[in-house]
């Protein structure tokens, strides 16, 4: 039998994860896009057709100047992307820049900064699903500190988020993408705590000795 101590910790440690995710799903599901947004420019990170459209409606509305889609396939080409989500190649051809590198949202995070960073964009209107959008914002926080982020969550139709507790596909959702949130708050407190940014910066000395 385990002793009162280590019962009570575990009790505190689920009681903490369990409200950790409450509050995480509460986000997720009142999650609203803003009425008026307008930004230097917008970034959608790959994931669905849904929110590419979004994307594309955001900057043919004159939401922004220009778009950045980010985490494409390499073999998938611009005329693919217009063609799925049946936008005009136009746009692509004037306003559109695409990222190939990005292979996860950490990429993702990091490909943006160096393509804001390029291009002068200081107010970001951030694309993705709503439950991606509590990870995606804290990445780009990281890479972008000075940046202003609007986020415009995309509800996807088969997924009943509001009632996540009651949907089975929604639950399954949420408890995979709050604990990829918790994995990436915890690595990100990590990386700035200040023995870890010491570490960092002693590797990259050694590095170029």
Not at 114 to 130: E, N, Q
Request: charged share 20%.
């Amino acid at each position: 039998m385990l002793p009162r101590a280590c019962l009570f910790t575990l009790g505190v440690l689920s009681a903490f994860v369990v409200a950790g995710f409450l509050w995480f799903a509460d986000q997720v599901a009142s999650a609203q896009t803003p009425a008026d947004p307008h930004g230097d420019a917008i970034v959608v990170l790959t994931g669905g057709a849904q929110r590419i459209n979004g994307a594309i409606a955001l900057l043919e509305e004159g939401r922004a100047e220009r778009l950045l889609i980010t985490g494409v396939n390499p073999a998938t080409t611009e005329g693919q992307i217009a063609t799925a989500v049946s936008a005009q190649k136009t746009i692509f051809d004037c306003c559109v820049d695409i990222d190939r590198e990005a292979l996860d949202t950490i990429e993702n995070a990091r490909q943006t900064r160096y393509w804001a960073s390029d291009r002068g964009f200081h107010r970001l209107i951030i694309v993705t699903s709503a439950y991606h959008m509590p990870r995606t914002l804290a990445e780009l926080k990281r890479e972008l500190p000075d940046q202003e982020l609007i986020p415009f969550p995309v509800m996807h139709e088969n997924l009943k988020l509001a009632n996540w507790y009651s949907d089975g596909a929604a639950m399954k959702v949420m408890v995979r993408e709050y604990v990829k949130y918790a994995l990436a708050r915890l690595r990100l407190s990590l990386e700035e705590s200040a023995p870890t940014r010491e570490l960092i910066r002693l590797a990259q000395v050694h590095r170029h000795d």
